[in-house]
C-alpha cells in the first residue's frame, strides 16, 4: 500500500515536471538569447571598438579580426532571434554554442566568473540541442505541419 501511494506520488511529480518543460525551454531560450543580442548590439553601437577587440584580445583562429567581428556579430544577431522564435532552434542553439566556445578559447586569462557564465549559457544552449526548443517554438508548430505523414520525424 505505501509502495503504491508512493508511485502514484512521484508519478505525478513527474507528471508536472514534464508540463513545466515547454515553460522552462522557453525560459531557456529568452535568457540565452538576450546575452548573445545585446552582446551583438555592444558590438554594432561602436563598430571601430569591435573591430579593435578582434584583433588586439579575440584571438578568433583562421579568421582575420574584420571577418570574426562581421561573423560574430552577425551571429549574436540573427541567431538569438531564431532561438527566441524556436525557428531552427536546434541549428542556433548549436551555433551560439559554437560561438560561445570560440569566445572562451579566443580570451586566454578569461576571469574565472566570466568563465561560469559561459559553462551556463553553454549548459542551457546544450539542453536546447539536446531536447529541441520546445512545445512552445516556431519548429514545432511547423514540424507538426511538415512532417504530419511522417511519424519518424514528426
Known amino acids: 500500500m505505501l509502495t503504491d501511494t508512493l508511485c502514484r506520488g512521484y508519478a505525478r511529480v513527474v507528471d508536472l515536471c514534464e508540463s513545466l518543460q515547454p515553460l522552462a525551454q522557453l525560459a531557456a531560450r529568452l535568457f540565452v538569447a538576450k546575452v548573445f543580442f545585446l552582446s551583438g548590439l555592444t558590438k554594432l553601437r561602436d563598430w571601430e571598438t569591435t573591430v579593435a577587440l578582434f584583433t588586439d584580445e579575440y584571438h578568433v583562429p583562421l579568421l582575420s579580426p574584420e571577418v570574426a567581428a562581421f561573423a560574430g556579430t552577425a551571429g549574436e544577431i540573427v541567431l538569438p532571434v531564431l532561438l527566441v522564435l524556436g525557428l531552427g532552434g536546434r541549428f542556433a542553439a548549436l551555433a551560439l554554442s559554437v560561438m560561445n566556445v570560440v569566445a572562451v578559447l ?11 557564465l559561459h559553462v551556463f549559457w553553454g549548459s542551457l544552449l546544450a539542453g536546447l540541442v539536446l531536447w ?5 517554438s516556431m519548429d514545432a508548430v511547423f514540424g507538426r505541419r511538415l512532417f504530419a505523414g511522417h511519424p519518424a520525424l514528426a
Not at 579566443?106 to 561560469?116: G, T
Not at 529541441?132 to 512552445?136: F, Q, T
Open 132 to 136: 529541441g526548443p520546445g512545445k512552445w
Open 106 to 116: 579566443s580570451v586566454p586569462e578569461m576571469p574565472e566568473a566570466a568563465f561560469a
